[in-house]
């Protein structure tokens, strides 16, 4: 891999002479003949070592090596010096430099030192976006799932977090948009910051504009003093509005404004107050309606939606159901002191065929409820809600529309191995496979 060095000597023979020297290595050498050049072509970026002279002119190495660090602590500097200087070259080292080299410089141990600093410096990169892709991971630790579907919900999540642009969750109830909001959050610049939740329908709309923009003592009968609304907290955090297309007009047209213009005033006040929020919405309402019904504006809706995650219900991701159902039963059977190791074929088939029009939040209420009732070491069909008990009876499955060749077939083969009730030589007949072929596709979805 070919890397870019920085090498700053005020002296012209001493730095071209190190610049050929590193040329010969495969390097590419960047030049500067005092520390002001030497920071300036440094801030442009794509420098991975730097090799500095203590003694220039205007700004010293040791003042250079600071700023290099402060801008980027994991670019390797190499102090160069003269005999006298050795003290102050140690002093740099204490400053954070990778190491020093004195004067005249041995050609041999200036590459094997610069080799050995951009070898560390690919070990803290790497070390760095492990750490990046973990912390990534932990944003994504309360939604579950593998299925295509919600790979293109992490996806999208994932490139959107970073950026200040306003997001839209769509699905239904019960889908998980507050969780994918969280995630949002954690995974943004802002992520230090506060993370401000307004649930938009639980709230009269005069209460809501209060509860949003805040008032003034004696605005309103009740306001006793002056009260901050939720986006003078959520101040250079996130803003998370819940069910968005419940709120009126009214309220709409002063959302718009601090979108367009980053600043509002509070009910019964006169003062403007500048904010910096970035907004994340959530609806379960189909928005394109409402706004036709003339009960949504567009243009919020468009300042709202620049970047839409829609999160599909249960019933389009059928696959996730096994990681889910574990997930669930392993957290209520802790919460609860029960030693349930597992769930029945028959229950299981129940729980694939149900519909799930309570989608998540269903799914999770029904496995504590049947954890609660369970009174042995496996969840049975017994155990769950009456509702599920006759899902299980239907003699056909569901393969949602728009499902891959490939999710289609791991939805029949998991369904068909639970109606045989786990009789994979059964499971393998109905199919019209052979039991290895059978035996070869399920660790594809078994967990």
């Not at 977090?161 to 610049?189: C, N």
């Not at 992520?191 to 003034?216: Q, R």
């Not at 299981?348 to 999770?364: D, F, H, Q, T, V």
């Not at 769950?384 to 949602?400: H, N, Q, T, V, Y």
Request: glycine share 8%; proline share 4%; hydrophobic share 40%.
């Amino acid at each position: 891999m070919k890397h870019r060095i920085l090498v700053a000597d005020d002296e012209k023979n001493i730095r071209e002479g190190l610049a050929a020297a590193l040329e010969l290595d495969g390097h590419e050498v960047v030049l500067a003949s005092d520390g002001e050049e030497a920071l300036k072509k440094f801030l442009k970026g794509d420098i991975d070592l730097v090799l500095s002279d203590l003694r220039m002119p205007g700004m010293p190495g040791e003042e250079l090596l600071e700023k290099i660090l402060l801008d980027n602590p994991l670019t390797p500097v190499i102090i160069l010096t003269g005999h006298g200087t050795i003290e102050t070259a140690v002093k740099a080292m204490h400053l954070g430099a990778w190491d020093f080299l004195t004067k005249p410089v041995n050609l041999d141990y200036l590459s094997l030192l610069v080799k050995r600093a951009l070898s560390n410096r690919e070990l803290q990169l790497k070390h760095k976006r492990l750490e990046e892709e973990l912390e990534k991971s932990r944003q994504f630790k309360s939604i579950i799932g593998k299925s295509a579907v919600m790979r293109k919900v992490f996806d999208t999540t994932n490139k959107a977090a970073p950026t200040r642009a306003s997001i839209l969750i769509t699905g239904e109830s019960g889908t998980g948009k507050e969780l994918v909001a969280d995630a949002i959050h954690g995974l943004s610049p802002r992520k230090e910051k506060p993370l401000i939740k307004v649930h938009c329908a639980a709230l009269a709309s005069s209460l809501l504009e209060s509860e949003l923009f805040g008032h003034e003592k004696g605005a309103f009968t009740g306001a006793a003093s002056r009260k901050r609304g939720r986006f003078e907290l959520a101040h250079e955090g996130t803003l998370f509005l819940d069910e968005i297309g419940e709120i009126d007009q009214n309220i709409q047209i002063k959302l718009l404004r601090v979108l367009q213009e980053r600043k509002f005033e509070r009910v019964g006040g006169e003062e403007s107050i500048e904010v910096d929020v970035r907004i994340v919405a959530a609806t379960n309402k189909d928005l394109k309606a409402e706004i036709e019904k003339g009960n949504f504006r567009e243009d919020l809706y468009f300042r709202l939606n620049v970047v839409n995650i829609h999160v599909p219900p249960l019933r389009e991701r059928k696959e996730d159901l096994p990681l889910l159902i574990t997930s669930f039963l392993n957290e209520f059977a802790n919460e609860n002191g029960k030693n349930i190791k597992g769930i029945s074929d028959k229950a299981r088939s129940c729980l694939y065929a149900y519909s799930w029009p309570g989608n998540i939040r269903e799914l999770r209420n029904c496995i504590e409820s049947a954890v609660v009732m369970s009174g042995g070491s496996l969840l049975t069909e017994d155990d769950l809600p009456p509702g599920l008990k006759s899902a299980g009876d239907e003699d056909f499955i569901r393969i949602p529309m728009g499902s891959s060749m490939e999710e289609a077939e791991k939805i029949i083969i998991r369904e068909t191995v639970s109606a045989q009730k786990g009789n994979q030589s059964k499971a393998a007949d109905v199919l019209g496979i052979g039991r290895k072929t059978l035996h070869r596709k399920l660790p594809d979805w078994e967990e």
